[in-house]
Each structure stands twice: as C-alpha cells, then as structure tokens.
C-alpha cells in the first residue's frame, strides 16, 4: 500500500468513525478497437473520497496528500468550486488537517 493509499483509508475510517458515509467512486478508461478513449467515472480533479455529513446530508470532498505532492489545479479549482455550492472541500496531508477542515464548517 503507497502512503498516499494508506491516507485515504485512514481517512474514510475516521470519517466513518463520526458517522460520516464515505464514498470512494473510481475512474475507469479503455480504447475501443479503434483507438478511441471511454472514460467513465467523475470529471478530472474531482476529489479522492466524497462523504455525506451525518444529520445534514451536506456534502464532503476530501483530496488526500502526502508530502511532498501537491494537488492538481483541477484538483484546486473543483474544490472552490464545490465550495461555493456549499459543501465542505479541501486537501489534507493527514488526519488532523483533516480535522481541521472539518470543525471550519
């Protein structure tokens, strides 16, 4: 397990943990037998793990990082933009920052 998958699973069982559903929804991409790429799966940026909030439904995207990667600016301008619809985004580097971003809101 690369470090970066360890963060992730450590933060979908601390999200768990508080009553959070976290969601992990992967991409997929194949050719067809002419060449043509299929992508299925979410837009490019979108963030590793998506959670609902426990009592209000609202919505959590957390980008995982580990030191010393640094998101995308896909990465960085989905995360804007799913704030300004109101949920709850951003990168963490470990689970405190992800405490962090979680008691902002």
């Given at each position: 397990?690369?470090?970066?998958?360890r963060l992730?699973?450590?933060?979908?069982?601390?999200?768990?943990?508080?009553?959070?559903?976290?969601?992990?929804?992967?991409?997929?991409?194949?050719?067809?037998?002419?060449?043509?790429?299929?992508?299925?799966?979410?837009?490019?940026?979108?963030?590793?793990?998506?959670?609902?909030?426990?009592?209000?439904?609202?919505?959590?995207?957390?980008?995982?990082?580990?030191?010393?990667r640094k998101?995308?600016?896909?990465?960085?301008?989905?995360?804007?933009?799913?704030?300004?619809?109101?949920?709850?985004?951003?990168?963490?580097?470990?689970?405190?920052?992800?405490?962090?971003?979680?008691?902002?809101?």
């Open positions: 397990m690369t470090p970066e998958s992730k699973a450590q933060v979908e069982l601390y999200l768990s943990e508080l009553g959070y559903i976290p969601l992990r929804l992967n991409v997929f991409q194949a050719f067809t037998r002419d060449g043509v790429p299929i992508r299925t799966g979410l837009p490019k940026g979108c963030s590793d793990i998506i959670a609902i909030q426990p009592g209000t439904g609202r919505a959590v995207f957390v980008e995982t990082k580990v030191r010393p998101p995308t600016s896909e990465q960085l301008n989905f995360i804007e933009v799913m704030r300004k619809q109101g949920a709850i985004a951003g990168v963490v580097y470990s689970i405190d920052e992800l405490k962090i971003l979680l008691n902002k809101c």
